[in-house]
C-alpha cells in the first residue's frame, strides 16, 4: 500500500447556519493542524459570540486523520460533538475544527433534535467552504561543503526544488520541501555525495 501525500481540508473560514425552535445554531469550520492552535481559536470564537450558551466542536489532525476530539460542552452526551465529528468523518476532512455555536432559544429540542440540528450547521459549514486537496511534504535542511555546490544544484533543478531558505558561508545549507512520491530518490541522490547531509524537519 503506497504512502498517503494528501490529505482533504476546507481552504478558509467558513460558517452555516441552522434554526430550529428559536435557538441559532452557527457552524464554524477553520483550517488547523493542532490541539493548541484549535484552543486558541475556540477562545476566539467565545469572545466573538460571547452571549451565546454553548461552543461544541469537533477536530480531526494529520495524514491519517488520526488525532481527533469531539465536546459536547455542557449540552447532553454525543449529543453535539459526536455529530459534528461525524461530518468531518463523512467528507473525510482532516487538519479541522469545527465549531458549532449554539444560542439557546428558550425551547428544549430534546437528543434526537440537538443530534439533527449540530450535525446540519457542521454540514453547512463545510458545504459553504470550498475543500481542497493539500500536499504533504517532508521539509529538510540539506547541507554540504562549496564543492558538492554544483551537484545540490543540479538535484534541486532537477526535481523542481524551491531553496526557501539557504546560507551559503563556511559551509552551505539548503531549506527545502520534497514530495512525498520522490523523496526517497531526492535523498538517495544526494547521499552519493561526500559532504551532503540531510537533516529531517517534519512532515507536513
Known sequence: ???KS??????????GLYKEKGSKFI?????????????ELIELIRKEHHQARHFCYAYRFGLEADEYRANDDGE???????????????FDLTNLLMV???????????VGG????????????????KIVEREVFDWVWITFEYPDMPNVMNTLKKFNLEMIEHEFEVSCRIKTNLSLTFAVEIKAELNVFDSVKIKEIGRY
Do not use: H
Open 1 to 3: 500500500m503506497s504512502e
Open 6 to 15: 494528501t490529505y482533504l481540508t476546507i481552504r478558509n473560514r467558513s460558517e
Open 27 to 39: 457552524g464554524i469550520a477553520l483550517p488547523c493542524s493542532t490541539s493548541e492552535d484549535a484552543k
Open 76 to 90: 447532553p452526551s454525543n449529543s453535539a460533538g459526536a455529530p459534528i465529528l461525524g461530518q468531518l468523518l463523512s
Open 100 to 110: 458549532v455555536v449554539r444560542y439557546y432559544g428558550g425551547t428544549k429540542l430534546g
Open 114 to 129: 440537538l443530534i439533527n440540528a449540530y450535525r446540519t450547521a457542521a454540514k453547512e459549514a463545510i458545504e459553504a467552504g
